[in-house]
């Protein structure tokens, strides 16, 4: 396993260490770039109207559609690494 496979699943239990939860901007953030990192580019169709929660988490993974798994990876460690200080 690579190390920056490691990392990133270090940084997948250290996001749970947060004192307090991060915005909803931030976590939006946070979960499109797992998902790019650990799946890939998303697929299917955007969520109806009404799925307010899963049109949103379509888009954001939607914007990150090309970048590489490894880049997606790098851009989570860094941003957890930042909230934890």
Do not use: C, H, W
Request: proline letters at 2%; hydrophobic letters at 35%.
């Amino acid at each position: 396993m690579s190390d920056l496979t490691e990392l990133f699943k270090q940084a997948q239990e250290n996001i749970k260490t947060l004192s307090k939860k991060p915005d909803d901007d931030t976590m939006l953030e946070l979960y499109s770039l797992y998902k790019q990192g650990s799946q890939g580019d998303v697929t299917g169709e955007r969520p109806g109207f009404f799925d307010f929660v899963g049109a949103a988490k379509f888009d954001a993974r939607q914007k990150l559609k090309g970048m590489s798994q490894e880049d997606a990876m790098q851009k989570y460690i860094d941003k957890v690494n930042a909230l934890l200080g």
